[in-house]
């Protein structure tokens, strides 16, 4: 299975500021066929389901405001926000989808320092 | 709009069994693979097990192996996940979970259902 390891476990920041978000697979992510991580990133509130936010590492969502942000590549990604907002507060998680097991990463939690 | 809702949680002894349903709804069904997707309280997500969207291919995560066992009625539009044998571990709030492009298997999860809650407990 591919193992999915993030950090910080949690952090805080200031409104307006920017937060950074990294995730790590144990293996490549990357169909050398299409050229594409199969990375996703998930924000889920508290007593809601998970949001998708991006996906091919890097592709936003539909509705999702640009000040979320995906990039990187081999086996480390990152997920910013450029300007944290109050209602950003929540549990980011990664996920690979590049094997048929997916796997989550544990989570970061994001609050407002 | 799409919904997934889903059902069949409850309290559980342990070694017991339940049958978990996710009726869906607002698009093509037998188009999408569908995955369960469970948390337990105050943990993070854990994929538990994926259908194609014709039913004849699954998947599991190796701790339910040979417990758990995916299936879905297109006819019906619902997915379900019968659970057995189950441990304390398996206390979680398990998701319903549809992928976002159809005719694909490996992808990301663009809608969640609200979760059932399964307590394992004596």
């Known amino acids: 299975d591919i193992v999915m390891t993030q950090s910080p476990d949690s952090l805080a920041v200031s409104l307006g500021e920017r937060a950074t978000i990294n995730c790590k697979s144990s293996?490549?992510?990357?169909?050398?066929?299409?050229?594409?991580?199969?990375l996703a990133w998930y924000q889920q509130k508290p007593r809601q389901p998970p949001k998708l936010l991006i996906y091919w590492a890097s592709t936003r969502e539909s509705g999702v405001p640009d000040r979320f942000s995906g990039s990187g590549s081999g086996t480390d990604f990152t997920l910013t926000i450029s300007s944290l907002q109050a209602e950003d507060v929540a549990v980011y998680y990664c996920q690979q989808y590049f094997n048929t097991l997916f796997t989550f990463g544990p989570g970061t939690k994001v609050d407002i320092k | 709009d799409v919904q997934l809702v889903e059902s069949g949680g409850g309290l559980v002894q342990p070694g017991g069994s339940l049958r978990l349903s996710c009726a869906a709804s607002?698009?093509?069904?037998?188009?999408?693979?569908m995955s369960w997707v469970r948390q337990a309280p105050g943990k993070g997500l854990e994929w538990v097990s994926g259908i194609s969207g014709s039913g004849g291919s699954t998947y599991y995560t190796d701790s339910v192996k040979g417990r758990f066992t995916i299936s879905r009625d297109n006819s019906k539009n619902t997915l379900y996940l019968q659970v057995n044998s189950l441990r304390a571990e398996d206390t979680a709030a398990y998701y319903c979970a549809k992928m976002l492009w159809s005719s694909w298997y490996r992808g990301p999860f663009d809608y969640w259902g609200q979760g059932t809650l399964v307590t394992v407990s004596s």
């Open positions: 607002g698009f093509t069904f037998s188009s999408y693979a």
């Open positions: 293996q490549s992510v990357l169909d050398s066929s299409n050229n594409k991580y199969y």
